[in-house]
């Protein structure tokens, strides 16, 4: 298994500009999520998606737009690029259970390697 | 332990000393915990998780304990090596009150491994 596959590993845009990152996990994971990470900060959950056809804002949304069309894939695609979106974005997946489990069990995200993007 | 800011805290570890790393998080609630290992380059990597109906988890070199007291996690890694060397970080989740999935994520700690 590859795991959690993000592309590119590297970006550079223009403000103004647009684009979509890729990710894709091979795992079957139902849930998928989108989170940036800055200098110094902990990781803010930007979108998130708990299986095909469902996707739901998270903590920092705005000028981000996401799909799911299939379990597998989950892009997040950038609108109009500001120099606010420079930054590390890593997609994450983990399985999820039936409801009755939920409240005995969790599973931890895995996370691809990331991809770091520029906005100048 | 972990802080908001543009520098993380350091711990600076010599190769086969224990390391304890530290986690305070807020929220009551959270029942759900797991340390994250990130090296330069790279993604979070899973190390060790653990449920509020425990106090302590072992798994290898690592150790998590948790004091629901005082909101307070920590990680202790057994043996130091030069391949610990990189950012550690705790993750939170309360379910049901957060959704499935959605962790609050700590800024993270620097360990330093010295020859």
């Known amino acids: 298994n590859a795991g959690v596959t993000q592309t590119p590993k590297f970006q550079v845009l223009k403000t103004g500009q647009s684009m979509t990152l890729q990710c894709a996990q091979d795992?079957?994971?139902?849930?998928m999520s989108w989170y940036r990470q800055d200098p110094g900060m902990g990781l803010r959950l930007i979108h998130y998606?708990?299986?095909?056809?469902?996707?739901d804002q998270g903590e920092v949304p705005n000028g981000y737009n996401v799909s799911r069309s299939t379990t597998e894939d989950f892009p997040l695609r950038l609108l109009s690029a500001a120099p606010s979106q420079t930054s590390v974005y890593f997609c994450?997946?983990?399985?999820?259970?039936?409801?009755?489990?939920?409240?005995?069990?969790?599973?931890?995200?895995?996370f691809g390697n990331g991809t770091r993007l520029t906005v100048t | 332990g972990e802080s908001v800011g543009l520098h993380l805290p350091t711990l600076s570890v010599q190769e086969g000393d224990n390391s304890i790393i530290n986690c305070a998080y807020s929220?009551?609630?959270?029942?759900?915990f797991i340390w994250y290992k990130q090296e330069s380059g790279k993604g979070p990597q899973f190390i060790i998780d653990?449920?509020?109906?425990?106090d302590k988890r072992q798994g290898q070199r690592v150790t998590v304990l948790l004091n629901k007291t005082v909101k307070h996690l920590s990680l202790q890694i057994a043996a130091t090596q030069p391949g610990d060397s990189a950012v550690y970080f705790c993750?939170?989740?309360?379910?049901?009150?957060?959704?499935?999935?959605?962790?609050?994520f700590g800024a993270g700690t620097q360990v330093v491994v010295t020859p």
């Open positions: 994450a997946s983990s399985y999820s259970l039936p409801a009755s489990q939920k409240g005995s069990y969790n599973s931890p995200l895995h």
């Open positions: 795992m079957n994971h139902e849930y």
């Open positions: 998606s708990v299986g095909a056809g469902i996707t």
């Open positions: 929220n009551s609630a959270s029942d759900y």
């Open positions: 653990i449920r509020s109906n425990m």
């Open positions: 993750a939170e989740n309360s379910f049901p009150t957060d959704s499935w999935g959605k962790f609050q």
